[in-house]
């Protein structure tokens, strides 16, 4: 998913809802609202995800067009595997996942990384500012195109299953 700079927080407000639960009129289905008490933000940074927004717009140069990605979000399941483990366990492997998704997209950038409990599968919304340091104006630029290239998308899945192993192992 992206959000466009020309309309962040109206979308951006969308996406809060859904992943914060802030209704309980929810289109999809699968949601048991029940459950919605499992559901824990992994962001260690203050605020929702629009003053996150906001205040990191604040720091970096973003284009003024309408067609500048100003948020990408990852939905990472829980693996099968750890269906059947404890709560803690799962978590485990969420804090896991957080780590590596902070060190590559830079933790400073993170707008949620919420798990949802509440629905069929669980599953991790991590949601960021695709951020480059553009070495030609010596600054920081929000670029889902520098970012997110057809390299990164292609070894995301290997790179997080060996930095997932690694952790887990030790």
Not at 24 to 42: A, K, Q, V
Request: proline share 2%; net charge neutral.
């Amino acid at each position: 998913a992206g959000l466009k700079a020309g309309d962040e927080i109206v979308r951006m407000n969308g996406l809060s809802i859904h992943i914060k639960r802030k209704t309980t009129n929810h289109s999809n289905p699968d949601i048991g609202s029940e459950r919605t008490y499992l559901n824990y933000d992994l962001c260690d940074r203050e605020g929702d995800m629009n003053q996150r927004l906001k205040n990191r717009l604040a720091e970096v140069y973003c284009f003024n067009r309408a067609d500048v990605k100003v948020m990408a979000d990852w939905i990472v399941t829980l693996p099968r595997s750890l269906e059947q483990e404890t709560l803690s366990t799962q978590k485990e492997f969420f804090k896991t996942t957080v780590d590596f998704l902070n060190e590559r997209y830079v933790s400073q950038n993170v707008l949620s990384a919420t798990v949802h409990h509440d629905e069929t599968t669980p599953h991790l919304h991590y949601a960021f500012i695709p951020v480059v340091f553009d070495e030609k104006k010596q600054r920081e630029k929000v670029s889902a195109k520098e970012v997110l290239t057809r390299k990164e998308l292609s070894s995301f899945h290997q790179d997080g299953r060996i930095s997932k192993q690694d952790a887990i192992a030790h």
